[in-house]
């Protein structure tokens, strides 16, 4: 999957909460919470199909993310 | 007490009237006729078979059977639009739903097939560190067996499993491909050959009445991990587990996917070679299945 690295978890939030507007979320929806990779670093998975693929419209940079188990 | 008239599947009665109600005996079901549809309605006992596709059946009924072709369980009336993310998912057989959520980076999203070459070009859900939430929750009781069977296709490099309970997989197929059973409990390599990453496979996931629980690939093929747990799982989400940072993710197609607990939870070998032909007449597998 894709992320996108934040330097602290509010502005991630930030993003989570502007996206909702910008990819003309439902009412009641979001679009997903930030969570932390192994480095400490907080991001968010970027959608990258789907009903509202979020690929053209989330900001910073679009990463390569391998979850490990 | 009142009792039925009998009948068998091949001497329903050929004049019936609104209401008529009989008790089938060779599969157990009760029919009543319904003179608005001209149908009979049919009511399966626990006992009765289950009808893959009117060819193979089963000895037993799944908990649930989840088909992408069918995502309102019952035909294709109900499916979303190519590529759209996921409504809510029925069972084909009793009430069991994977419910769509309102996290839309997190919801896997239905494909009609058609521009895929593989498995005869069938729909598929795909998952990218998705999930879906079980209602009502699948649960097996401690020291009872169960099965999950499905044809997925794990992505390259990517890991798979199909149901998870809240805080921990069941199985999960690592992005280094180990098979890993319970949590932190058993891994080790699966069998030659397997998982296939470029063509979707049979995936068999049982706890016997041993309480040995292996991963099957394609049919008999069985890799060396083997857990021994013994507790009683609820298996909440179709998907990833744990919070996306640990990523015991889904990442690939789910096809088709059933559900088999406690009584019903350890099929017989007769059963396992019937959803295996049954999956090898529908998917158009390149590789060929092992049989049990």
Known sequence: ???????????????????????????????????????????????????WPATDTIRGTIEDYEPEA | MSTLN????????????????????????????????????????????????????????????????????????????????????????????????????????????????????????????????????????????????????????????????????GYFSHTNANDYIYHSHANAAPPAGFPTTSEAQVWMFERDSNMDTRMYHHGNNVGTATGTKTEWFGFNRMGWSHATSNGFALKGRVYETMIFLNSTGELSTTDKNALLDYANAKYSFAASTTSF
């Not at chain 2, 893959?52 to 309102?72: C, E, M, R, W």
Request: with cysteine.
């Open chain 1, 1 to 51: 999957m894709k992320i996108v690295k934040f330097p602290s978890l509010a502005e991630a939030e930030l993003e989570a909460d502007r996206l909702i507007t910008a990819l003309n979320l439902p009412a009641t929806y979001k679009y997903g919470s930030p969570f932390q990779i192994d480095d400490g670093t907080w991001v968010l998975k970027v959608k990258e199909n789907g009903s």
């Open chain 2, 6 to 169: 009998t009948c068998t599947s091949s001497t329903r009665p050929g004049s019936p009237s609104d209401g008529d109600m009989l008790y089938e005996t060779d599969t157990y079901k009760t029919i009543i006729w319904d003179d608005t549809a001209t149908a009979w309605r049919e009511y399966l006992s626990t006992a009765s078979p289950y009808d893959l596709d009117g060819t193979y059946s089963l000895s037993v009924q799944p908990d649930a059977h989840f088909d992408a072709a069918k995502i309102n369980g019952t035909d294709g009336t109900g499916n979303p639009a190519d590529g759209a993310s996921m409504t809510d998912w029925s069972s084909c057989i009793g009430s069991m739903q994977a419910l769509a959520h309102s996290t839309t980076s997190d919801l896997p999203v239905w494909d009609d097939g058609t521009a895929s070459t593989e498995q005869a070009n069938l729909p598929y859900v795909y998952f990218d560190v998705d999930y879906m939430l079980m209602d009502p929750v699948p649960t097996v009781s401690q020291d009872h067996p169960f099965t999950i069977w499905s044809v997925g296709r794990k992505n390259v490099g990517g890991s798979y499993q199909n149901f998870s309970t809240s805080a921990y997989y």
